[in-house]
């Protein structure tokens, strides 16, 4: 079992940049996919981005390609979502979540494991 917290998140203007964070309990964060998703008010949640156990494949909605990038510690047990050129409708609260699994993982039953938020509010 793993437990995920998520810091980093706070209210940024449009075109600005934010780098969340979520560490992870335990010794065997390397058997996890970790994945980012994100819940505005009155919609579903969505995927946003994944890495595999290694970090050496990855994987965004095309909603934040090329603006969002997604990145791992296996060392410090911690995974990051670097965001840039940030837009209002990015504003959501941001999930990470993990699943002990080889793939890329891209819907929210796939998961096993979730922390619980942390919001990112984009100003216009």
């Known amino acids: 079992q793993v437990q995920l917290v998520e810091s980093g998140g706070g209210l940024v203007q449009t075109g600005g940049s934010l780098r969340l964070s979520c560490s992870a309990s335990?010794?065997?964060?390397?058997?996890?996919?970790m994945g980012w998703f994100r819940q505005a008010p009155g919609k579903e949640r969505e995927f946003v981005a994944a890495?595999?156990?290694?970090?050496?494949?990855?994987y965004y909605a095309d909603s934040v390609k090329g603006r969002f990038s997604i990145s791992r510690d296996n060392a410090k047990n911690t995974v990051y979502l670097q965001m840039n050129s940030l837009k209002p409708e990015d504003t959501a609260v941001y999930y990470c979540?993990?699943?002990?699994?080889?793939?890329?993982?891209?819907?929210?039953?796939?998961?096993?494991?979730w922390g619980q938020g942390t919001q990112v509010t984009v100003s216009s």
């Open positions: 979540a993990a699943d002990r699994t080889f793939g890329l993982p891209r819907t929210t039953y796939e998961y096993d494991y």
């Open positions: 335990g010794r065997t964060f390397n058997i996890y996919a």
């Open positions: 890495i595999s156990r290694s970090g050496g494949s990855t």
